[in-house]
């Protein structure tokens, strides 16, 4: 396997030395060896990976030296507009080299999110007409494809090195990676099954991708509850809000939960404004913030360093609260699961719910980490989708 030292100082040979991106589990120990040994100036956690690839074209913009854009092969979506708008050589020029985890690769085992991206992951950078190379382990196989990327740099283009699972060797994460988080005791899983454990028959839930849907899945195994009330988003990553809003206009009857998490709702967090000014108090919006990417390998988000309550009351949002103890979530939610009336065990609630204290924020802070025994929906998507639309009596 490549050694990521030997990566990265390779790349400094060629003059590459900023990072920009959003962390994958196949990167993990790229990211990790970034987290230890570049200055975090020159490597950015983006918001999203379209963010990643402007902030390359600027930092090439103020000194003619390409930068490096990582992500996982789902960020394609998110980088097409600036890659094609303002990197492409039919409109500025600007050389980057992206470097992709390649998730759902054909004929490799992977999570059903990642199967469509998989099979189209190599067709989307030919259509972009992007070169690219499947970056080998070999290091003198690699050290030769990135010598050919950065020449494709030189002319000005955008050269993708895409990785396979088990291509780079274990980067040990350092305890210090995350030393300016504060240390918290309420583990995200508690505090998930916490507020489930409040909500009213009828209620309905919209999980974000990773851990989050993984623990709500976990939790309704447990108490032999069915999925039926929950849609878990297993793909699309900061889409979750806007999924649970579409259900909430349409459904004024029922209440909507929406499970997110900080890197998420960091990654689209325009959707924030959108949900503050056209929800009612039906749409309870939890954002579970441990200041990581939990479920790619624990790499750091801002959420941590910034005001989510403070961003939510801008946008919107009219009864708004931060917690770090179960006491607190217990306090926040016998609030909330009452508003209006509303009794959390009532199965049919009559009508909508008047405005005039929703929509809710609700920021939990939580610890970093999740069980190792921590098991995987195993429904399908379409299964999910079937259980929830019956939950909700649509028949197609």
Known sequence: ????????????????????????????????????????????????????????????????????????????????????????ADVYGIPLLLLIGWRGRPGVHDEPQHVKQG????SLLETMGIPYAVLSADASVAENQISEACKALSAG?????????????????????????????????????????????????????????????????ATGAGHGHDFLTVGSMGHASQIALGIALERPDRRVWCFDGDGAAIMHMGALAIVGTKAGSNFVHVVFNNGAHDSVGGQPTVGLQIDFPAIARACGYRSVYSVSSHEEVQSVLNQTVNLNGLNPKSSSPEGGLADSVGPVFIEIKVRKGNRPDLGRPTTTPQQNKEAFMEFLNIRK
């Open 119 to 122: 099979k189209v992951t190599l």
């Open 157 to 221: 283009q955008v050269y993708a090195l895409v990785v396979e699972k088990n291509t780079f060797e274990v980067q040990p994460v350092h305890p210090n990676e995350l030393k300016a988080v504060p240390i918290l005791s309420l583990s995200r899983e508690e505090a998930i099954r916490t507020v489930a454990s409040a909500l009213a028959p009828s209620d309905i839930v919209v999980s974000s991708t990773g851990m989050i849907s993984r623990e709500l899945f976990e939790y309704r195994e």
């Open 1 to 88: 396997m490549l050694a990521p030292g030997f990566f990265v100082e390779q790349l400094r040979s060629h003059g590459i030395d900023f990072y920009a991106g959003v962390p994958d589990s196949l990167l993990k120990s790229f990211c990790a060896y970034l987290a230890e040994n570049i200055d975090p100036s020159r490597n950015i956690i983006t918001a999203n990976e379209g963010g990643a690839v402007a902030l390359a074209a600027g930092h090439y913009l103020a000194s003619g030296r390409p930068g490096c854009v990582y992500m996982q092969n789902s960020g394609q979506g998110n980088a097409i507009n600036p890659l094609a708008s303002l990197t492409d």
